[in-house]
C-alpha cells in the first residue's frame, strides 16, 4: 500500500492590480484572493506523481507553475486541483508557484519547495541503441512511407492505436522542405543523465495550427517551414508507461525547455514504440486536437545508406547434384532428430538422413516432408548441412531452388556461425537467404539474427514472387564487410547495414555454413494442414563464390 507525504504551504496575499490607478472605478469591488492554502500529495511509490489542492478566499482560477522548466506554461485550474508527474530519476527538488487570481486580474501567490523521488531505471539497451553510449545522430526515414503520420489515439474498441491510419507520408513526400534537413542528436553524459540537441539548420517544419502561437503570426494554412531557434542543449527525461502503443518498451520521453523532436506539434513527450541501432519510431500526441503523431527516424546517415555491392565472381564451392543416390559426404552431413535439446524452433518433424526424405534424383536434390509416424513424430523431413566440411567469410552464395508447398511447410536455406557449439545463438550470427511459410504463398522473406535482435528480429525484409513451388528461382546474398544482400533472380530486395556495427549488430566477421532443410510447423511454419501427405523442395545447385 502507498503511503503520500502531505505538504500543505500557506501565504496571506499581496494585493496586485494590473493597469492604471485611474480605471479601477471602473472595475468595480476588487477582492484580492486571501488565505491561500496549497496541499501537495506527493507519491512514494517511486511514479513521480504529485496531486495538489489549492485553496484560497475569492480565488476565480488558480495557475500552477510547477518547475518543470523556467519556460514552463501554466496549468490553469478553476478549483485548484492540479497533478503534475515529475519525470527526472532520483530524489529532485523543484520549486511550485501558485497563482491565485480574482477579479479584474488582481493575484496572490505562493512558491515553496517540494521534494520528489522518481524510482525508474532506463533499460540499458535503448540507451545503447538510443546513444550508443556516447553520442548518436538520428535522421528522418524519408524513404520509408509512413515515416510521418498521423491517427487517432484510440480505435472504437478503447484499443491503443499503433499506426497512422488517416494521414501516412509517401517516401520522400517533404523533399525540398526543410524537414529533411534536421539532425538529433542524443547524448548519454555518462552520470545518468542524458542530453538532446536539434540542428534544424534555421528552419524548422511547423504544423498548420501551431504556427500562430509559436512564430506570433498567421500561418498560410498548411504546414511549412519557419525560421526558429533550436539551440541549445535539452535534458531527455526518461518515464515508465503502462498503457501506451508498446508497454513493453514500456518508456516515454520528455524534454526539458520545450524540446521536439524536429516537426513542432507543440509537444514536448514522445513514446518511444520500437527501436533498434538503426531505427526508431515515436508516437506523440497534438494537445491542441488530441491526435497522434508518428514519426520513423534512422541512424543511418542519408546518401551513406546501402551501398553497391561487391561482385563475387570466383567459384570456390559448388555442389551440382549431378549424381544420383545420397548426397555427397564430402559437402554434407545431418541433423536428426527433433531440435528439441537446442537446434529446432518447436517443429513437428523428425529429421531423418534416409532416402525417403532426401535423395538426389534427375539432376536435383530432394528433400521430401511427409506425413508419418516416425521415432514419435507425425512428420518426418531433412535437414543438410555443410557443418565441419566446409565453411567460408563473406562471398555471395547462390541456390536454385523449387519450394515446397502446402499448409505448413517451412522451407529453409540458410548459414549459421561455424562457432556456434562454443559461443552460442545468436552470438555466433544467423544469414536466412530465404524462408518460405506454406501458409503464406507467394511471399519469401530474408533475415539476420543476432545479439541485437533475434527470435522475431527487426532486421529482416520479405518481397512477393511467384510460381515459387512451380518453378525454379534463384535465392541468392551478398556478405561483404560491412552489409549484407538478398536477392531473387539476382534482384536485390533487402539489405542489412547497420550504422553501429560491433558484436552485437555485426558477428559476421567469423565463418558460416550452409544449412538446408523442410520444417513442419514451428514458430514460423505455423499450423499444418490436416490433409498434409508429401511435398518436396528441389534444390538444382548450390554455388559459393568469392
Known amino acids: 500500500m502507498k503511503t503520500i ?62 518547475g518543470n522548466s523556467d519556460s514552463e506554461d501554466p496549468y490553469v485550474s478553476s478549483n485548484g486541483v492540479a497533478a503534475n508527474t515529475y519525470k527526472k530519476t532520483g530524489v529532485n527538488q523543484y520549486l511550485v508557484k501558485i497563482v491565485a487570481f480574482g477579479e479584474g486580474g488582481v493575484s496572490s501567490s505562493i512558491t515553496e519547495e517540494i521534494e520528489v523521488f522518481v524510482d525508474f531505471e532506463v533499460p540499458s539497451e535503448l540507451i545503447k541503441s538510443l546513444t550508443n553510449n556516447s553520442s548518436k545522430k538520428w535522421y528522418w526515414k524519408q524513404d520509408v512511407s509512413g515515416h510521418l503520420g498521423v491517427g487517432p489515439q484510440f480505435d472504437d474498441a478503447g484499443g491503443v492505436v499503433s499506426d497512422p ?39 524548422t517544419f511547423f504544423h498548420a495550427d501551431e504556427i500562430q502561437d509559436a512564430i506570433g503570426e498567421p500561418g498560410p494554412g498548411f504546414d511549412a517551414c519557419y525560421p526558429y531557434d533550436t539551440s541549445g542543449n ?34 514536448s513527450s514522445y513514446e518511444i514504440m520500437s527501436i533498434t541501432d538503426a531505427e526508431m519510431k515515436v508516437r506523440v500526441i497534438q494537445q491542441r486536437n488530441g491526435l497522434a503523431w508518428y514519426h520513423i527516424f534512422t541512424s543511418i546517415e542519408p546518401g551513406s545508406g546501402p551501398g553497391p555491392d561487391p561482385e563475387f565472381t570466383n567459384l570456390i564451392w559448388q555442389d551440382e547434384f549431378d549424381v544420383d543416390g545420397a548426397p555427397t559426404t564430402a559437402n554434407w552431413n545431418y541433423d536428426i532428430g527433433t531440435g528439441r535439446n537446442g537446434w529446432g524452433n518447436f517443429e513437428s518433424q523428425y529429421y531423418t538422413d534416409r532416402a525417403d526424405n532426401v535423395v538426389v534424383a534427375d539432376g536435383v536434390l530432394k528433400i521430401t516432408a511427409k506425413k508419418e509416424n516416425y521415432e514419435g513424430e507425425e512428420y518426418t523431413s531433412a535437414r543438410l548441412k555443410t557443418e565441419g566440411k566446409f565453411d567460408f567469410t563473406y562471398g555471395r552464395v547462390d541456390v536454385r531452388a523449387k519450394l515446397a508447398a502446402g499448409g505448413g511447410t517451412w522451407p529453409a536455406i540458410w548459414t549459421l556461425g561455424a562457432n556456434f557449439s562454443t559461443v552460442g ?103 499444418i494442414d490436416p490433409d498434409f501427405d508429401t511435398s518436396v523442395m528441389e534444390i538444382d545447385y548450390v554455388r559459393v563464390f568469392q
Not at 494521414?167 to 524537414?179: D, F, H, M, Q
Not at 526518461?238 to 524534454?255: A, L, R
Not at 533475434?454 to 551478398?478: L, M
Not at 565463418?511 to 511454419?525: E, H, K, R, S, T
Open 234 to 267: 535539452k535534458e531527455v527525461l526518461f518515464s515508465p508507461i503502462s498503457s501506451g502503443v508498446n508497454p513493453s518498451t514500456g518508456v516515454n520521453m520528455d524534454f526539458t525547455n520545450d524540446g521536439f523532436m524536429s516537426y513542432f506539434l507543440n509537444s
Open 425 to 527: 545463438w545468436p552470438k555466433c550470427g544467423e544469414i536466412d537467404i530465404m524462408e518460405y511459410v506454406g501458409n503464406n504463398p507467394g511471399t519469401v522473406q530474408s533475415a539476420l539474427h543476432t545479439p541485437s535482435s533475434s527470435g522475431n528480429t527487426v532486421n529482416k525484409a520479405s518481397t512477393s514472387i511467384t510460381e515459387e513451388t512451380t518453378e525454379f528461382h534463384v535465392y541468392s546474398v551478398i556478405w561483404s564487410e560491412g552489409q549484407i544482400s538478398f536477392l531473387i533472380d539476382d534482384e536485390r530486395f533487402y539489405t542489412y547495414k547497420p550504422s553501429v556495427q560491433d558484436e552485437n549488430t555485426w558477428p559476421y566477421t567469423a565463418p558460416q555454413f550452409l544449412i538446408l532443410n523442410v520444417a513442419m510447423g514451428g514458430n514460423l511454419g505455423g499450423n
Open 165 to 203: 491510419t488517416f494521414y501516412a507520408a509517401a517516401p520522400n513526400e517533404k523533399e525540398g522542405l526543410c524537414l529533411y534537413e534536421d539532425v538529433l542528436t542524443f547524448t548519454d553524459n555518462g552520470d545518468g543523465t542524458y542530453g538532446y540537441t536539434l540542428e534544424n539548420q534555421g528552419n
Open 5 to 66: 507525504n502531505k505538504i500543505v504551504f500557506t501565504l496571506m496575499a499581496l494585493f496586485v492590480i494590473n493597469g492604471c490607478q485611474e480605471e479601477i472605478p471602473e472595475l468595480g469591488t476588487l477582492y484580492v484572493p486571501t488565505n491561500l492554502a496549497v496541499t501537495a500529495d506527493i507519491s512514494s511509490d517511486g511514479s513521480g506523481l504529485v496531486s495538489f489542492q489549492a485553496t484560497a478566499s475569492e480565488a476565480l482560477n488558480y495557475h500552477f507553475y510547477f
